[in-house]
């Protein structure tokens, strides 16, 4: 199974920015989309961006204009640019793909952003 691995989390003041990281062991391009999602204590883990194979993007609506994401496929990492960061973004990033040729999925362990008003 791949292996995915985020970094670039941190604690930032509120409109500060970040570029989270996620490096898979194999390649990002046999998933059907790769995706990041977040997870605040207390809430459930929600689709923050995703980027299929095809390179349809999508984002959460309360991110829409702020974070972008993008991927290298030559170094099988897909990234996610966050500009001006809100107190509500604080939460733990995790990376997924989605839908390998086997069928699984798979999760980074994620990486905790921190934003302070």
């Known amino acids: 199974q791949v292996q995915l691995v985020e970094s670039g989390g941190g604690s930032v003041q509120a409109g500060g920015s970040l570029r989270l990281s996620c490096v898979a062991s194999g390649s990002i391009v046999n998933f059907a989309a790769m995706g990041w999602y977040r997870q605040a204590p207390g809430k459930s883990r929600e689709l923050v961006a995703a980027?299929?194979?095809?390179?349809?993007?999508s984002f959460e609506d309360t991110v829409k204009g702020r974070f972008t994401i993008s991927r290298d496929t030559a170094k099988n990492t897909v990234y996610l640019q966050m500009n001006s960061l809100k107190p509500e973004d604080t939460a733990v990033y995790y990376c997924?793909?989605?839908?390998?040729?086997?069928?699984?999925?798979?999760w980074g362990q994620g990486t905790q952003v921190t934003v302070s008003s």
């Open positions: 980027i299929s194979r095809g390179g349809y993007i």
């Open positions: 997924k793909g989605s839908n390998s040729p086997t069928g699984a999925d798979s």
